[in-house]
């Protein structure tokens, strides 16, 4: 079985300028989640989508940031535009779907977009 | 609300000896799920053990087993027979609909 997907594994942009993460999920998962990681910290979730639609983005700063997951499998994080502070890890991880129990709730997670913002 | 809470930010343990790292929650929630994840340096999260809150026995998992203690809200991670591929990152998780990790601690196995 195929792991979680994601692309590109390295970005280095300069601040004010747009970048986007894509994201494959594991086949059959319903939940998808994108976590932001800064160096020395535990990952931060951003966005989770149950299908297509959104569960939770109370944590997505989105005068700049925007994620979407059309026909519910895939799916694009965008910054625009990025500041230093958006410098971490992007990474997406995968579920059956949520609260129901250990099969169901575990996440996978893909190996992360690495961000360098100048 | 939500709270994960790792007060360990290193420990070091000799190889094949155990060692436990800590992990206490806080929510008002009955029905949730506790997760640990193992991060090497390479950066993939790792699935390790799962704790439901329901589950009367404690989680295990091969070397690894959770010692949830509910009524104190604790869910403290045993890696048994340390070895050296052990060191990394070890990050509690906490999922209720949606997911919060703790900070995180850095195991050092030495030889």
């Known amino acids: 079985e195929a792991g979680v997907a994601q692309s590109p594994r390295y970005k280095i942009i300069e601040k004010r300028q747009s970048v986007a993460f894509w994201c494959n999920p594991i086949?059959?998962?319903?939940?998808l989640y994108w976590y932001q990681q800064i160096l020395g910290q535990g990952p931060k979730l951003l966005i989770q989508?149950?299908?297509?639609?959104?569960?939770?983005d109370s944590q997505l700063p989105k005068d700049r940031f925007s994620a979407e997951r059309l026909k519910g499998v895939d799916s694009t994080l965008k910054i625009q535009p990025a500041k230093l502070e958006d410098s971490a890890v992007y990474l997406c991880?995968?579920?059956?779907?949520?609260?129901?129990?250990?099969?169901?709730?575990?996440?996978?997670f893909g190996p992360g977009t690495r961000l360098t913002v100048l | 609300a939500q709270k994960i809470t790792q007060t360990q930010p290193g420990m070091f343990v000799q190889e094949k000896e155990a060692v436990t790292l800590d992990c206490t929650y806080d929510?008002?929630?009955?029905?949730?799920?506790l997760f640990w994840y193992k991060q090497p340096s390479s950066g993939e999260m790792i699935f390790l053990i799962y704790?439901?809150?329901?589950?009367?026995q404690n989680a295990t998992e091969g070397r690894y087993s959770l010692n949830f203690q509910k009524a104190r809200k604790s869910a403290n991670l045993v890696i048994s027979a340390s070895q050296l591929g052990d060191s990394a990152m070890y990050f509690c998780?906490?999922?209720?609909?949606?997911?919060?990790f703790g900070a995180g601690t850095r195991l050092f196995v030495k030889a």
């Open positions: 086949s059959g998962h319903a939940t």
């Open positions: 998780a906490m999922t209720l609909f949606k997911t919060i």
């Open positions: 991880a995968s579920s059956l779907e949520t609260s129901g129990g250990i099969e169901r709730d575990t996440q996978y």
């Open positions: 929510t008002s929630d009955q029905s949730y799920g």
């Open positions: 989508f149950q299908n297509n639609g959104v569960v939770d």
């Open positions: 704790q439901g809150s329901y589950d009367e």
